[in-house]
């Protein structure tokens, strides 16, 4: 079983080195592609052994493009701050949810940590696909190709945010199989100021106008909690939905 790991990129200096490195550590081929960036992404990611291709558009286009040029019989879908942990492993299904470490530093890092701890432990629940709070990353190339199909061209071409809701969306759609969670099997570095954060998720708000009219819409209202969780458990993610919500919100309406 070959693995391929894809990672879209602009501008991810700081740290795509990390995530090339741990990911020839489990993968057979990395596929960077960057969407020009300024910076020295492509040279680092060169250096380090991924294959780079150049794609000017969305992160979606990214994701697309790279399962293309893909040669795996599985594409993981990374983002270029995460990388592998030991305990990915123990494959067993064509669609696959990769649980998330949290590093980093900052309130931001405190705050994901805590949301993530208490999602993870009620993976179940969350792997719905409309609303759950865990989007699986890894899947059979085969079956991923397939759902790249179903996306309108006006989505492809401009989406940046939920765009790995959409994937998952589509390749359901598809596959009646089980979704398999494993547990610890990413790191995901988590470091922005609370300003930083804040402004990324407007920028996601307006982004995700491009849902509006669509099938996909549906994702920006079901998805404004964790499914299955205590009271308590709500009352202490309510900061972080605030921090997230009403950026987006302002991004989203406005």
Known sequence: MKI?????TLNSERTIRLAVVSSLRVADEVIVVDSYSTDRTVEIAEKEGAKVLKVKGSRLIGRIEGAKAASGDYVVNLDSDMYFSENFKGFEEKVIALGEITVGKGIVHKLMILDREIVHKKWSENLTVLNGGIIPRMYDRQ?????????PSSLK???????????YYNVMKLYKGKVQFIPNAVYHIEDDSLWGF???WYKYGKNAKLLRGTEYERFIYERRSRPGLTLGEKVKLFPLMVIK???FALGYYL
């Open 245 to 247: 919500g009403v950026p």
């Open 143 to 151: 079956l991923l190709l397939k759902a790249y199909e179903m996306i």
């Open 198 to 200: 804040m402004r990324k």
């Open 4 to 8: 391929s790991v894809v990672i879209p």
């Open 157 to 167: 071409d401009k989406l940046n945010a939920f765009e790995d809701s959409v994937i």
